[in-house]
């Protein structure tokens, strides 16, 4: 991945960060990441709230091995379905890497279920159950729970007096967007609705991104 790349990947989960800041009326008392670039912004945003380097720490992602279990069980029964299922289309010529018209039209027919699948994470993983284990600093128990109803004596970790960023800050922060070219989005919808097309499942999805590529 180029850093430019990298860069606007690190603006992204900035975004998340100051979405999440915002919503909750004020930002953690630490933040702890990997060392990987992507988290740079996050970081200096951190730091920064609190006028503190040490607000946030890196560390090696291995440290966190309940993650890194639940990043391993999601690969096998989740994400390997869409990377076999994308790659799939590279070895049928359907798709090429740096053809932005691709990119579009693939985003357009698959990111609604992606977002659904993704959803359907989050939701497993903040109503799983934690199970205790020796040697864990963090308590037992289901996310949503111990996030809304924290066993007692709980301690807010939440820090609401914080400080506005500065300008050079700011302009780091990018804002997603799945659409590289909007009037280009509009003319696939233009294409569904006048065909009649449509998709209920991934299955569906490849049909109608192989339909709008023979019209593109």
Not at 22 to 37: E, I, K, N, S
Not at 45 to 66: E, L, M, V, W
Not at 68 to 89: G, K, M, N, P, V
Not at 179 to 188: E, G, I, M, P, R
Request: charged share 20%; proline share 6%; net charge neutral.
């Amino acid at each position: 991945m180029t850093d430019t790349r990298l860069l606007c990947v690190a603006g992204v989960i900035a975004h998340h960060f100051l979405n999440a800041v915002t919503a909750l009326g004020g930002c953690p008392a630490l933040v702890r990441t990997d060392c990987g670039t992507e988290n740079v912004t996050l970081a200096a945003i951190q730091a920064c709230f609190h006028r503190d380097t040490s607000a946030h720490k890196y560390g090696t992602s291995p440290a966190n091995q309940r993650i890194e279990a639940w990043w391993s069980f999601l690969r096998r029964s989740r994400t390997q379905y869409w990377i076999d299922l994308f790659a799939s289309l590279v070895d049928d010529g359907c798709f090429t890497f740096g053809n932005w018209k691709q990119v579009d039209c693939l985003r357009f027919c698959f990111m609604n279920f992606l977002q659904q699948d993704l959803s359907e994470v989050v939701r497993l993983w903040n109503t799983h159950r934690i199970r205790p284990s020796r040697g864990a600093r963090c308590p037992p128990g289901i996310p949503d729970e111990l996030y809304y109803y924290p066993p007692s004596p709980a301690v807010d970790c939440l820090v609401r007096d914080i400080p506005d960023l500065p300008a050079d800050i700011l302009r780091h922060v990018r804002v997603p967007s799945s659409v590289s070219n909007a009037d280009f989005w509009s003319y696939l919808q233009y294409l569904c609705d006048f065909h009649g097309w449509q998709s209920r499942n991934a299955d569906e999805a490849i049909v109608l991104y192989k339909q709008l590529q023979h019209l593109l």
